[in-house]
């Protein structure tokens, strides 16, 4: 698209007419003045695969199971009222993830910002989901066991294959034959999820019709007692745990990268980390720690999270988008089932609309006051919570849990590049993560009593 000069193309893949978008304005007819038309998703294996045949919101097509289940979710599970109810599990596993990184600094070892970060919002969906951190006994320093391990590893696998190039799902004769082993990595990593999710799922469905648990204590126990109309279950077992392992996935890559990228970039750019710092001290001081209430006046450390969702987003292309009827965007005719893809890469790095593109600079978001959107951007200048029909249900979620992991990593602990490095290589790799896992040392910079124990 580069070369040919265009921010808007079309690939045909098999049948399907694909059609990537790297300018916001088109991005903005396709899902303002088109919201409609364009609000259906694509069949493919992965995602069949993981929703157990589409019984889940993020990428059930168009239809009545993706109103039920947006629905559930819009009332129920991601409300206002509910984000409260669920603060106090949030906090703990807030507190966790100092007592974790302090913990690693007195070993004197390096800090796998990665793991960490992955295991904090892991942590986060299982006391949510679950209320609990630990699917067997757990470990006495915080840190995660084997089981959640290897839980947030096949969550990863999964999303790895997520909307990733399958043939199949361009020329559904070749299913069968599984060409590029989508289906069987798939369901592989689908199968330890389901070993550490389903059982919990189970047990708690018995106890509700034994009338061992009356009252919800965590998500898992609002999904099994929505009723509908004639006081019935509303969900059936299968929509829980589809919608369960779906909401593991929605939620689990986007603040990891986040909060892994800024530290990255900002160690190589001392200066803004150390205004983030300062802004921390200045806003919450040292006496206590940054909690989700602080966040509304942290505006600096948002603005960080907000520039590195731009400049490194964890997947090339926004989920697609696919068209329910003909439709004519940017005096293209656009047929009835072409799948729009919005570049992530290609809007957050867009030389017309970023002024030097690939520099991380918070500051950018300073100029025309877009920090004060938080972490989203309804002008689809880069794709973060996108807008309309099917644009995300768990941007207030996203934003706290993604701001908290990334302040408390600052407020806590002062970073350092090992000293056998000069800079911290930002090479990224091709699913574009930092190439190398961050490994840095961390200093506590609290006093000592602040520390979970
Ligand atoms: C920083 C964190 C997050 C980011 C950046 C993010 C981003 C996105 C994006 C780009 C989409 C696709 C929008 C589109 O198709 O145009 C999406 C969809 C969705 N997200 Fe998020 N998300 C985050 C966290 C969450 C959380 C915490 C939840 C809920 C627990 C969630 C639930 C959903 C759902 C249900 C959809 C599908 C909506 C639909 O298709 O109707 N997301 N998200």
Redesign the pocket.
Known sequence: MKELNTEIACVRLGSVYVVPVTSPEIAMEF?RQNDAVM?S?PITVTTSMFSDGFL?????PWGKQ?KK??KV?THE??NPTRLEWLRSKRKEEADNLLQVVNNICKSGSVVDVRLVSRHFTGNI?RRMMFNKRYYRQGREDGGPCVEEQEHIKALFTVLLYVYALCVSDYLPILKPLDLDGHEKTVRNALNVIKKYEDPIINERVEMWKEGKRTEPEDLLDVFISVKDDNGKPLLSVAEIKAQIT??FL??LD??SN?AEWALAEMLNQPEQLQKAVEELDRVVGKERLVEESDIPNLSYVVACARES?RLHP?APF????VAKEDLTVAGYFIPKGSQVL?S?LGLGRNPRVWEDPLRFNPERHFKDNSHELG?AEPGLRF?????????????T???L??VMLFARLLQGFTWRIPPELEKIDLKENDRLFLAKPLHVYAEPRLPAHLYPA
């Open positions: 899902l609000a998703r889940t919101a993020v990428v059930a993706w289940m947006r979710l599970i991601l969906l779906e909401l929605a939620t986007n603040p986040i969702l964890i926004n989920l697609p988008h919005l992530r972490l794709i973060s919570f996108t807008r309309g029909r099917r644009g995300c249900m768990g941007g979620l996203g934003t849990i993604t």
